[in-house]
């Protein structure tokens, strides 16, 4: 069987964090322009943070404090609001700013009180957190540095910073506006969901499933893969597909789209659950697509170095054999690769 990113191409077009788990390969590259915070943003103190197994509340929280203690200016003017008042995080597209790489395809937008403030990061392919500064108004944002999330917690600990990143998470909020409202040419307020629904027989946006949201990782097949999921979308090692309900009657009607259909819908999944004797699946298929079962997903709680962890299990083909395991680091994907788990169903088992 092909490695599970070859099984998400849906058969119409290309299929095509959150935040979890750390990089510990790649170490910090400061720009020139970055410089050292001439005070730190709160007293010290002898809490440790580790970048390992963080929710997503405490990794954006991460990012702020060790941003603004390392940066200071907005960075810090932020981080010491949030503190006052409530850390909010926005998620958007990274084709919203104009950036100097667009990562994984996702932009957290760092406010307090979701006060608009120019300063973002995102998610490199590696797993490690670009930072920007004035992101807005149209112009390019500015880079300060990458840094992996490691080397962002060692920063923290060693400046007494661990009860400012454990303040923030208390109240931190992780908003997905993947597909918040924007302007239109007319200069009214739209939604990327609305600007959809109705066309092409769909019925509107498909809610994922709280606990299937966030930032997964398998090294499965020699293959490094990560997949990011929101309310309504996937981001599977950079390629996005919207989640969306579909109207049958639709499909039936339309069984030879034309091209300028497949074009449309390219980065559209008709979504649906369905039942096997081992849990419930969110099913996952091309627009149009006619042959073939899609790329289906479940959340499974798997022992692991005698520990409870929650993976995502990809499943594909006619019997939803397991194609991949997704973990909530990289770490443990990499500890963990081809593992194979006596309550799941490999092709292998049928052979």
Known sequence: MNKQRTG????????VLTLAGCGNHVGSQQTSESSSSTSLIAKRSRTKVSAQGMTPQQA?????????NRYGGQWARVAKQARQSQLVVNLYPTD??????NG????????????????????DRDDDVVIYQNAKNGQAAKKLATVTKSAMADYINQHGQGD??????????????????????????????????????NKGPFDVPGDMRGTWYSADYDDNSTMTISDHRMIIDGDTVSLYHQDPQYAADNERPSADLIEATKHWGRTQYFHTDNGTWLNVQGWFQGAGDGTSYMVKT????????????VGEGAENWVSAVYYPTKTMAQQQADQKYDDLHYQDDDE
């Open 96 to 101: 919203r700013y104009r950036l100097s790489d």
């Open 164 to 201: 400012l990143v454990n303040q923030l998470a208390k109240s931190a909020q992780v908003v997905d506006k993947s597909g918040a409202a924007s302007s239109d040419s007319n200069g009214s307020a739209t939604n990327q969901h609305d600007r959809v629904t109705g066309k092409y027989g």
């Open 60 to 68: 954006v929280s991460l990012v702020t404090a060790y941003a603004g």
């Open 8 to 15: 998400l191409l849906l058969a119409t077009g290309v299929l």
């Open 104 to 123: 994984q395809g996702m932009a957290y937008e760092v406010t307090a009180n979701g006060q608009v403030t120019g300063l973002i990061y995102t998610i």
């Open 302 to 313: 798997e022992n692991i170095n005698g520990k409870p962890v929650k993976v995502l299990v």
